[in-house]
């Protein structure tokens, strides 16, 4: 949590994901969901105020509405929420009344484009509207805030208009008035100017920038509000809101911290879990590289970078991941170096000596230059896949081919490489596995190997959801038939690859490598081996 001293004023933040942020397309919260969402907002993350509703939209929006404000009462923060209305006469100040709130953010406008063209109102005419609402309000005991839509049309092109609104607004007490870049088409620059405008025109007025991220500015937008006078921004979370969104509030909050002498009151220690609640709830994903909510933008994945972490945190900034709540990581793939398995190893509390390090970064290398997606969680089942393979590859799978199609039976073929030979099978089966399997007791017969009994088949997943995550298939085997009520010999091996199937391969690759050591210390091959057909495998 930030602190505000005496050299660092206070800007605040009114976020409004409830409200604008549902203004995202395909996105509608449920009563349960925005409460929640209010509580985090207010009590964890401490935003200064947050926007509920729009009145007369639905039921849904009402029952939401009455249990935020309901809840607020209780905590003491009903003059921290805010419900968006309308210059309708009664209609919007009795609906938020009925609901329980106390905070009218009435919508005028801001541009005379607007005023004629939308309205098709005179610009007295609309001012007329804007005080009976605003007087009505006042008269419902309400505190009243106002939007000025299309603001940053309306201050460039009829800034005339503009001063005549804030005029009225000044003279009717408005607690705050609101500046909207509403379609996002402002810069730096000219937010600087005309917020600067408005500020150095009324000193003694509450302006709040709110901003929209149409060219990619939000962010910067808000900052160059903030140092030309405004008071306030206002943010969503995750930048949800409509066309390209509102501005973030992590991205907002963070850049104010570090590149203003601004101070906010946010906890950023918050701002991943309601970034991830946002996205939970919303059903819209954050981007894997979204500044300091997205799930890669704390991790290394240059083997350089992670060397120069461990010699003294070289590639550190202020952007640091305990500031928010996160954890830095250094990806496993064909980039990684010692150092990125190092800090993964230690990260898992696992010690290996430098012989199975060097292994292990080999296998990560080869899965990267696959295109395998190589995760933290995968490195425990690496470790046992490689250290736990034959020291010398004898018999190599050189290729396989498996069909499973709907209405067909599963279909295999394989081509086995051993002592210079290769040998070729083709058949089908109940299953993908089972397929392959009966083409490889084809294929093994030309090299007089025994294949075990299948007796178990294990597959796990690392934890995280990941389509692209590593399997690990573990088969046990038996090898030998029972005698006299003892099992023959048990071993089981194990492959690990983003596949599944290609894993189960893996692993009985193991297996024919182990039945092959055995029998070449008990008899080496000469030649090209017999063809004669070995006895018939236990099944």
């Known amino acids: 949590m930030n602190t505000q001293t005496s050299a660092q004023p206070h800007i605040a933040v009114m976020d409004t994901t409830l409200r604008d942020g549902e203004q995202t397309p395909d996105v509608s919260y449920t ?19 947050i926007e509920i509703a729009s009145t007369r939209v639905s039921e849904g929006e009402r029952e939401a509405a009455r249990a935020i404000t309901a809840w607020a009462r209780k905590n003491r923060v009903i003059g921290r929420v805010e419900i968006l209305g309308f210059c309708d006469g009664k209609a919007s100040v009795d609906w938020i009344a009925e609901v329980g709130g106390k905070v009218l953010n009435l919508l005028a406008k801001g541009s ?29 005991r309400m505190t009243v805030n106002v939007y000025l839509e299309d603001w940053s049309s309306g201050v460039r092109d009829s800034f005339d208009y503009v001063f005549s609104l804030v005029q009225l607004l000044r003279e009717l007490r408005v607690a705050r008035i609101y500046l909207p870049d509403t379609l996002g088409i402002f810069s730096p620059g000219d937010v600087s100017r005309y917020v600067g405008l408005m500020t150095q025109t009324w000193p003694q007025v509450d302006f709040e920038f709110h901003g929209h991220n149409d060219y990619g500015l939000a962010t910067a937008n808000c900052l160059a509000a903030a140092e030309a006078g405004a008071r306030g921004v206002h943010t969503s979370v995750n930048a949800m809101g409509e066309r390209a969104g509102n501005s973030s509030l992590t991205e907002v909050v963070t850049a ?5 002498d601004l101070r906010t009151d946010i906890n950023e220690s918050r701002l991943t879990a309601l970034s991830r609640m946002v996205e939970t709830f919303s059903g819209k994903d954050v981007a894997a590289n979204t500044p300091i909510t997205g799930r890669d933008v ?38 990684s170096g010692k150092a990125s398995l190092d800090h993964n190893l230690q990260r898992l509390g696992i010690e290996l000596p430098a012989s199975d390090r060097e292994v292990v970064l080999r296998r990560i290398i080869e899965l990267g230059d696959k295109k395998h997606v190589v995760s933290p969680e995968d490195l425990p089942y690496i470790i046992a896949d490689v250290l736990k393979a034959p020291a010398e590859q004898m018999l190599r799978v050189h290729h396989y081919r498996v069909v499973v199609a709907e209405g067909e039976a599963p279909a295999a073929e394989v081509s086995l490489a051993y002592e210079g030979n290769l040998e070729k099978a083709e058949a ?33 997943i690392p934890p995280g959801g990941r389509t692209g995550a590593l399997v690990e298939t573990q088969v046990t085997w038996q090898l ?7 099992q023959g010999e ?45 006895r018939k495998p236990a099944r």
Do not use: W
């Not at 349960?32 to 209010?38: F, G, R």
């Not at 089908?428 to 088949?457: C, H």
């Not at 030998?480 to 003892?486: D, L, P, Y």
């Open 256 to 260: 104010l911290h570090d590149h203003s």
């Open 298 to 335: 704390f991790t290394q994945t240059a083997g350089v970078h992670a060397d120069g972490d461990a010699k003294g945190d070289l590639y550190h900034s202020r952007l640091e991941h305990g500031r928010f709540g996160r954890a830095r990581r250094y990806a496993l793939g064909k980039l």
């Open 428 to 460: 089908s089966g109940d299953g993908g596995y089972d397929a392959f399997m009966n083409a490889l007791k084809k294929a093994v017969r030309a090299f007089d190997l025994e294949i075990p009994k299948l007796t178990d088949f294990k597959v796990r």
């Open 112 to 140: 005379e484009k607007h005023c004629r063209g939308q309205l098709g109102l005179t610009p007295e005419e609309h001012r007329n509207r804007v005080e009976q609402t605003v007087r009505y309000a006042r008269r419902r």
């Open 490 to 534: 048990t071993f089981t091996t194990l492959g690990v690859d983003s596949d599944q199937m290609a894993a189960a391969v893996i692993a009985t690759e193991k297996m024919l490598n182990r039945v092959a050591g055995k029998r070449k210390t008990s008899r080496p091959a000469k030649g090209r081996p017999s063809r004669r057909r070995p």
């Open 31 to 49: 009563p349960a969901e925005k409460l929640q969402l209010a509580r985090m907002l207010l009590l964890d993350a401490e935003v200064d105020r």
């Open 480 to 486: 030998g038939e029972a005698k006299k009520g003892a």
